[in-house]
């Protein structure tokens, strides 16, 4: 098994910046295992979306609506994902959730974080 335990949520000003970080422990069996990490988020109301992924090889993906304001980027040796959210919108308002799977890409299988609450005040 893996854990996921993510950091760095909070209340910032629209315009503000936040960085999340994501960091996978576990049996060595599994964290080897581990291919695409990323984060999903969920508004009130809405459903869960893809926000970024990376994959082992640091290939990169982003939702539309996150391009040029994100960055996602990944530290192996330290099993750690990060997401470096700038130019923040109310909109971007939403728990946002760490994701790690076996495949290259995400698709809402695999390990999940507890999620970390990011508000973003117009």
């Known amino acids: 098994q893996v854990q996921l335990v993510e950091s760095g949520g909070g209340l910032v000003q629209a315009g503000g910046s936040l960085r999340l970080s994501c960091a996978a422990s576990?049996?060595?069996?599994?964290?080897?295992?581990?291919?695409?990490m990323g984060w999903y988020r969920q508004a009130p109301g809405k459903q869960r979306e893809l926000v970024a992924s990376?994959?082992?090889?640091?290939?990169?993906n982003y939702a539309d609506s996150v391009k040029g304001r994100f960055t996602i980027s990944r530290d192996n040796a330290k099993n750690t994902v990060y997401l470096q959210m700038n130019s923040l919108k109310p909109e971007d308002t939403a728990v946002y959730y760490c994701?790690?799977?076996?495949?290259?890409?995400?698709?809402?299988?695999?390990?999940w974080g507890q999620g970390t609450q990011v508000t973003v005040s117009s």
């Open positions: 994701n790690a799977d076996q495949y290259r890409y995400l698709r809402g299988s695999g390990y």
């Open positions: 576990g049996s060595i069996f599994s964290i080897n295992t581990i291919n695409a």
């Open positions: 990376i994959d082992y090889g640091r290939r990169t």
